[in-house]
């Protein structure tokens, strides 16, 4: 179901970065991919991805607990979700196995990476470092 037009869903959302905080970023990404009109199963498939990547930058680019999390949405004019997740951790990039300790020493293939989910849902997925502002960036454009 669509929100009525005057409903406006805001364009960003910033939470501390705990495990507390990610039902509160499902919710918030899952909006805009319904008034878009995403299908439910893809829905669905955004937020096991979403769950995943949010879980790592919790997990190791934010273990102090002190940091946030900001995610904007956007619609690209061909009908993409433009998603970018913020952390305002430490360098962390998650597209790179080498960035997980367990995995980084470990010479034999994870059976599913960490990020598994994440580039199965997504086909298009950047990640910088804005040393200026100290923030991780990681960019998704989901297609329907």
Not at 63 to 80: K, L, S, W
Not at 109 to 130: L, N, S, W
Request: net charge negative; hydrophobic share 40%; glycine share 6%.
């Amino acid at each position: 179901m669509r929100k009525p037009l005057d409903e406006k869903i805001p364009d960003e959302i910033t939470a501390p970065a705990h495990q507390d905080s990610i039902p509160r970023l499902l919710d918030f990404v899952s909006a805009h991919a319904r008034d878009m009109a995403f299908d439910g199963k893809r829905i669905e498939q955004i937020g096991l991805a979403l769950k995943e990547t949010l879980d790592n930058i919790v997990r190791f680019s934010c273990p102090t607990g002190r940091e946030e999390i900001r995610i904007t949405c956007g619609a690209h004019e061909m009908g993409a979700l433009l998603v970018n997740i913020i952390d305002t951790g430490v360098p962390f990039n998650m597209l790179v196995l080498s960035a997980f300790p367990e995995i980084a020493g470990d010479s034999t293939p994870q059976e599913v990476p960490p990020t598994g989910m994440m580039k199965k849902v997504v086909k298009d997925i950047e990640y910088r470092r804005d040393g200026d502002n100290r923030t991780n960036i990681l960019a998704w454009v989901v297609s329907k």
